[in-house]
């Protein structure tokens, strides 16, 4: 490696061009965006019309003359994302020759002790037996048991929340308490009247998940990177990380509840129930699915929410399989990465591939075992949700009718109890039920005086949550036999006629194609394989071009000369201030990357490649680094790259953008502003306390004895 610390080749044209997209790459990473091209009409048509005629897409469809001449050009967006922009990059430096065979050879299949490859498919095997244990309920369900012992008092309740994610997430990982954990925030705020705001709830999920995922060496992929790169054993590394990180869980939490969020509006109480449905099943949840989808129905969309909190699905089997294996796995991994000599004689996916492939089976197994109820629920709730379309459809048809416009006046004009009252519930354990009781009072949007007076203060048991079908059967729909006999047509036949008939006449025309095939084959797996299908579509798959590019240019980095200049830059740092600056710099300078070097991934392979360049300077020079300075800083990256996921941009993780989409499918929006407006004082206080712990662990454990690797 020494002929890498050459710094003069900086000079050169094709490493400045490495230099300058290597910083537009992750300018893109962070604020992604569209690129407008435009293609001719008549080619834009003309292959349209060519997959057509193989049977590829349906036919295109040949808008009405009286439209209006149609422009000449097509516009077409090709999106510039974390996904698109370092491919790209890779591509425009292949081209000019600024990297080559050897760039693209370590960048993938990897050197210096980083394997990119056995990385991801690492993380990805393990990931698909967490992220199953998610599918079976079994975070929600423990989410739920959490909530009734919080037992309506709300820093308790805050207090049980947050210990059950860090717990949860040290052993499976930042993305599923994310997946699952999001979501169940984002209900439990709205239904409780107390909650002004979800902020509280949903930014302490959000840091703590990420917190956890610093223990383990499985539970981030930027840990799995260090531990390639340094020679890390995973249970070596547990023992260095472990202190740092739950000393920064114990004092986070007090600031997080009586400083961060002291405002009692954003600490409150929470809800309650129906027979669980599993959410797995497309369509599950009926015509009552629909109208939460669309916003239509509010009082229905919170009762829906509401039900989900309180009585949420749990396939037992499942979550105690995936659970067992996930144990099993995780201690295989740690014994024998403890056992070999190095830490890395075998690639740990050797481990976690075949537990994935069984837990695949199992889900592939229960599925079909299953797949007459699972179509069977699937059948009824299409044709609930189909009917409730129709249905808001002929609403809309009716609206600007002179009739129907004089009814709505006068119901406007009717008082509504509902729209005068706010919900709080409290929930209390008993042996064989949930209690629930609903307290209705004035909400802050109603006058008090102007109510009925036997109506306020007035206490009433909390209304029957009502079930897709009594919903389709109090709307005037299909009644629940004839649902029930269409679902059986269905499951028999393998057709679900009725959504062969709401195509409308022009669909009905239209041929088979390659794409309704692909359409009709993804329905059939997830009505026959709901947990399978969920498990795949969860899979973090654009982790593997993005990581793999990002790897590639961080090489290009190396060969040209600037790893090694940024590599003499930490030196003389060091030089002057030490291992606590070590520390300190190290974790500031790896929580701040993470906004803009390509997420926390991005940013640990960068930082590793300088300080496996720092090495090098030493081992040149024959000046050691000292041993507590060396491991300080490497431990001090960990707890940066992990930590710098709640930071100031969305796009300092994988995790950030997934966070980020679950709020919004749930109305709930997050602004960059306000994402960062409320981070900062909780990464300024983590980083604090995890760099002020760990400093004080290498001055206890390590000694100034020369590292030797």
Same mark, same amino acid.
């Given at each position: 490696?020494?002929?890498?610390?050459?710094?003069?080749?900086?000079?050169?044209?094709?490493?400045? *061009?490495?230099?300058?997209?290597?910083?537009?790459?992750?300018?893109?990473?962070?604020?992604?965006?569209?690129?407008?091209?435009?293609?001719?009409?008549?080619?834009?048509?003309?292959?349209?019309?060519?997959?057509?005629?193989?049977?590829?897409?349906?036919?295109?469809?040949?808008?009405?003359?009286?439209?209006?001449?149609?422009?000449?050009?097509?516009?077409?967006?090709?999106?510039?994302?974390?996904?698109?922009?370092?491919?790209?990059?890779?591509?425009?430096?292949?081209?000019?020759?600024?990297?080559?065979?050897?760039?693209?050879?370590?960048?993938?299949?990897?050197?210096?002790?980083?394997?990119?490859?056995?990385?991801?498919?690492?993380?990805? &095997?393990? !990931?698909?037996?967490?992220?199953?244990?998610?599918?079976? /309920?079994?975070?929600?369900?423990?989410?739920?048991?959490?909530?009734?012992?919080?037992?309506?008092?709300?820093?308790?309740?805050?207090?049980?929340?947050?210990?059950?994610?860090?717990?949860?997430?040290?052993?499976?990982?930042?993305?599923?308490?994310?997946?699952?954990?999001?979501?169940?925030?984002?209900?439990? &705020?709205?239904?409780?009247?107390?909650?002004?705001?979800?902020?509280?709830?949903?930014?302490?999920?959000?840091?703590?998940?990420?917190?956890?995922?610093?223990?383990?060496?499985?539970?981030?992929?930027?840990?799995?990177?260090?531990?390639?790169?340094?020679?890390?054993?995973?249970?070596?590394?547990?023992?260095?990380?472990?202190?740092?990180?739950?000393?920064?869980? *114990?004092?986070?939490?007090?600031?997080?509840?009586?400083?961060?969020?002291?405002?009692?509006?954003?600490?409150?109480?929470?809800?309650?129930?129906?027979?669980?449905?599993?959410?797995?099943?497309?369509?599950?949840?009926?015509?009552?699915? %629909?109208?939460?989808?669309? $916003?239509?129905?509010?009082?229905?969309?919170?009762?829906?929410?509401?039900?989900?909190?309180?009585?949420?699905?749990?396939?037992? $089997?499942?979550?105690?399989?995936?659970?067992?294996?996930?144990?099993? =796995?995780?201690?295989?991994?740690?014994?024998?990465? !403890?056992?070999?000599?190095?830490?890395?004689?075998?690639?740990?996916?050797?481990?976690?591939?075949?537990?994935?492939?069984?837990?695949?089976?199992?889900?592939?197994?229960?599925?079909?075992?299953?797949?007459?109820?699972?179509?069977?629920?699937?059948?009824?709730?299409?044709?609930?949700?189909?009917?409730?379309? !129709?249905?808001?459809?002929?609403?809309?048809?009716?609206?600007?009718?002179?009739?129907?416009?004089?009814? %709505?006046?006068?119901?406007?004009?009717?008082?509504?109890?509902?729209?005068?009252?706010?919900?709080?519930?409290?929930?209390?354990?008993?042996?064989?039920?949930?209690?629930?009781?609903?307290?209705?009072?004035?909400?802050?949007?109603?006058?008090?005086?102007?109510?009925?007076?036997?109506?306020?203060?007035?206490?009433?048991?909390?209304?029957?949550?009502?079930?897709?079908?009594?919903?389709?059967? !109090?709307?005037?729909?299909?009644?629940?036999?004839?649902?029930?006999?269409?679902?059986?047509?269905?499951?028999?036949?393998?057709?679900?006629?009725?959504?062969?008939?709401?195509? /409308?006449?022009?669909?009905?025309?239209?041929?088979? &194609?390659?794409?309704?095939?692909?359409?009709?084959?993804?329905?059939?797996?997830?009505? &026959?394989?709901?947990?399978?299908?969920?498990?795949?579509?969860?899979?973090?798959?654009?982790?593997?071009?993005?990581?793999?590019?990002?790897?590639?240019?961080?090489?290009?980095?190396? =060969?040209?000369?600037?790893?090694?200049?940024?590599?003499?830059?930490?030196?003389?740092?060091?030089?002057? =201030?030490?291992?606590?600056?070590?520390?300190? /710099?190290?974790?500031?300078?790896?929580?701040?990357?993470?906004?803009?070097?390509?997420?926390?991934?991005?940013?640990?392979?960068?930082?590793?490649?300088?300080?496996?360049?720092?090495?090098?300077?030493?081992?040149?020079?024959?000046?050691?680094?000292?041993?507590?300075?060396?491991?300080?800083?490497?431990?001090?990256?960990?707890? $940066?790259?992990?930590?710098?996921?709640?930071?100031?941009?969305?796009?300092?993780?994988?995790?950030?953008?997934?966070?980020?989409?679950?709020?919004?499918?749930?109305?709930?929006?997050?602004?960059?502003?306000?994402?960062?407006?409320?981070?900062?004082?909780? *990464?300024?206080?983590?980083?604090?306390?995890?760099?002020?712990?760990?400093?004080?662990?290498?001055?206890?454990?390590?000694?100034? =004895?020369?590292?030797?690797?």
């Amino acid at each position: 490696m020494a002929e890498n610390l050459d710094t003069e080749q900086i000079k050169d044209w094709r490493s400045i *061009i490495t230099l300058i997209i290597f910083v537009l790459t992750n300018i893109v990473v962070l604020f992604p965006f569209h690129i407008p091209f435009y293609i001719p009409r008549w080619l834009h048509n003309a292959v349209l019309d060519g997959l057509a005629a193989l049977r590829i897409i349906r036919r295109r469809e040949i808008p009405p003359k009286n439209n209006g001449k149609p422009s000449l050009l097509v516009r077409l967006n090709l999106p510039l994302n974390f996904v698109t922009a370092p491919l790209i990059a890779d591509l425009f430096l292949l081209a000019i020759l600024a990297i080559g065979r050897q760039e693209v050879h370590d960048g993938t299949v990897g050197a210096d002790g980083i394997s990119p490859i056995d990385i991801l498919v690492f993380f990805l &095997t393990l !990931a698909y037996i967490a992220i199953s244990i998610d599918a079976s /309920g079994l975070i929600r369900y423990l989410a739920f048991k959490v909530l009734q012992k919080g037992d309506g008092v709300g820093h308790r309740l805050f207090f049980y929340l947050y210990t059950f994610f860090f717990a949860l997430g040290s052993f499976i990982g930042n993305d599923p308490i994310i997946l699952s954990g999001t979501a169940f925030l984002a209900y439990m &705020t709205r239904v409780s009247s107390n909650i002004v705001h979800p902020r509280a709830w949903i930014h302490s999920q959000f840091a703590v998940a990420n917190i956890a995922s610093a223990i383990l060496v499985s539970s981030n992929p930027t840990n799995l990177v260090l531990a390639g790169a340094f020679n890390i054993k995973f249970l070596v590394y547990t023992v260095n990380m472990i202190v740092p990180v739950v000393v920064t869980a *114990i004092v986070v939490f007090p600031f997080l509840l009586y400083i961060i969020f002291a405002d009692e509006s954003l600490i409150p109480r929470k809800p309650g129930a129906n027979p669980p449905v599993n959410p797995n099943i497309p369509h599950a949840r009926g015509g009552a699915e %629909e109208e939460e989808e669309e $916003g239509v129905n509010e009082e229905n969309g919170t009762l829906l929410s509401l039900e989900e909190i309180m009585n949420p699905f749990l396939d037992k $089997g499942g979550a105690a399989f995936g659970a067992i294996i996930m144990a099993a =796995t995780l201690i295989t991994i740690l014994a024998i990465n !403890a056992a070999s000599n190095s830490g890395h004689d075998r690639p740990v996916f050797w481990v976690t591939l075949p537990a994935a492939f069984v837990m695949l089976c199992w889900d592939l197994g229960t599925g079909w075992i299953h797949r007459h109820e699972t179509r069977r629920i699937a059948a009824v709730g299409r044709q609930q949700h189909e009917a409730v379309k !129709a249905e808001r459809e002929h609403r809309k048809s009716l609206r600007n009718s002179p009739e129907q416009n004089a009814q %709505e006046n006068i119901e406007n004009r009717q008082p509504r109890t509902t729209d005068f009252f706010s919900k709080s519930l409290k929930i209390t354990s008993q042996p064989d039920a949930i209690k629930i009781t609903m307290d209705t009072r004035p909400s802050r949007d109603c006058d008090e005086t102007s109510l009925p007076a036997p109506i306020l203060g007035e206490k009433e048991p909390f209304p029957e949550v009502q079930s897709p079908s009594s919903v389709s059967k !109090a709307s005037g729909e299909l009644d629940v036999t004839t649902q029930l006999e269409k679902a059986q047509s269905y499951v028999t036949n393998g057709i679900d006629s009725e959504r062969r008939a709401g195509r /409308g006449q022009e669909d009905s025309n239209q041929p088979t &194609t390659l794409v309704s095939l692909c359409e009709n084959a993804y329905v059939w797996l997830q009505e &026959t394989f709901p947990t399978v299908t969920v498990v795949l579509s969860h899979l973090p798959f654009p982790l593997v071009p993005f990581a793999l590019a990002m790897f590639v240019l961080v090489q290009a980095l190396v =060969t040209k000369g600037w790893v090694p200049v940024f590599a003499y830059g930490w030196d003389h740092w060091v030089e002057k =201030t030490g291992t606590v600056g070590a520390v300190g /710099g190290m974790g500031f300078l790896s929580a701040i990357l993470c906004n803009f070097a390509g997420t926390n991934i991005g940013t640990t392979i960068l930082l590793s490649r300088v300080v496996q360049a720092w090495q090098e300077i030493h081992n040149v020079s024959g000046i050691p680094i000292s041993d507590r300075t060396f491991w300080a800083t490497v431990y001090s990256m960990a707890l $940066g790259v992990n930590f710098g996921a709640f930071s100031t941009a969305f796009s300092a993780s994988l995790a950030g953008l997934l966070w980020r989409d679950i709020l919004a499918r749930k109305y709930i929006r997050v602004g960059s502003i306000e994402f960062a407006r409320v981070n900062l004082p909780i *990464i300024a206080i983590a980083m604090a306390v995890g760099c002020t712990v760990l400093i004080g662990e290498v001055y206890i454990m390590r000694k100034e =004895t020369p590292y030797d690797a």
